[in-house]
T-cell receptor
Framework: DGGITQSPKYLFRKEGQNVTLSCEQN?????MYWYRQDPGQGLRLIYY???????QKGDIAEGYSVSREKKESFPLTVTSAQKNPTAFYLC????????????FGPGTRLTVL | AQSVTQLGSHVSVSEGALVLLRCNYS??????LFWYVQYPNQGLQLLLK??????LVKGINGFEAEFKKSETSFHLTKPSAHMSDAAEYFC???????????FGQGTRLTINP
């Protein structure tokens, strides 16, 4: 089955530690996205990538980093510089010729202890 | 800049009653419009999308939405609510051909037995 996978589902980290969230897709989509979701604030765009080896900052990129070395993979690193990292993180992809719709993974809930 | 406003952060209806979730958008160019549904601790699932074809769009699970340019609205409706419709619903907008979505704050739908 084609789709987007995110791992792990739940992640705990201590303050001051970097952590990497995985996002993989087998939909052959060109574009991939990372969003952060907090209660009552909808979705906010962290980073996006329209093609391999290229990515752009979204609205809240500070404290995060990404890479896009393969079309299928777009990992997100939450660094110790992110002041309030506890949130639900969602990865999405877009085929670029699909009329703009994005397709989402199941999410990773990150909790900083 | 594009924006989306969802009127009502919480909507409650009785099982079997009409569901109406309101979405107004702002865009300086013809938009693409989307509705997504999110169940607890899950990713977003695309319900339906408007991409400048028919103004009345039918989606999954019996939902539909009507694009009204004069009112800059894209309200989501379902004639008869089911308990399984309880979830959070997000409206989103993008420019035609754009690669980024702008999301509303979400509306939490509760179904009363």
């Amino acid at each position: 089955d084609g789709g987007i996978t995110q791992s792990p589902k739940y992640l705990f980290r201590k303050e001051g530690q970097n952590v990497t969230l995985s996002c993989e897709q087998n939909l052959n989509h060109d574009a991939m996205y990372w969003y952060r979701q907090d209660p009552g604030q909808g979705l906010r765009l962290i980073y996006y990538s329209q093609i391999v080896n290229d990515f752009q900052k979204g609205d809240i990129a500070e404290g995060y980093s990404v890479s896009r070395e393969k079309k299928e993979s777009f990992p997100l690193t939450v660094t110790s510089a992110q002041k309030n990292p506890t949130a639900f993180y969602l990865c999405a992809s877009n085929p670029r010729q699909g009329g703009g719709a994005q397709y989402f993974g199941p999410g990773t809930r990150l909790t900083v202890l | 800049a594009q924006s989306v406003t969802q009127l009502g952060s919480h909507v409650s209806v009785s099982e079997g009653a009409l569901v109406l979730l309101r979405c107004n958008y702002s865009s300086s160019v013809p938009p693409y419009l989307f509705w997504y549904v999110q169940y607890p601790n899950q990713g977003l699932q695309l319900l339906l999308k408007y991409t400048s074809a028919a103004t009345l769009v039918k989606g999954i699970n019996g939902f539909e939405a009507e694009f009204k340019k004069s009112e800059t609205s894209f309200h989501l409706t379902k004639p008869s609510a089911h308990m399984s419709d309880a979830a959070e619903y997000f409206c989103a907008v993008s420019d035609q051909g754009a690669q980024k979505l702008v999301f509303g704050q979400g509306t939490r739908l509760t179904i009363n037995p």
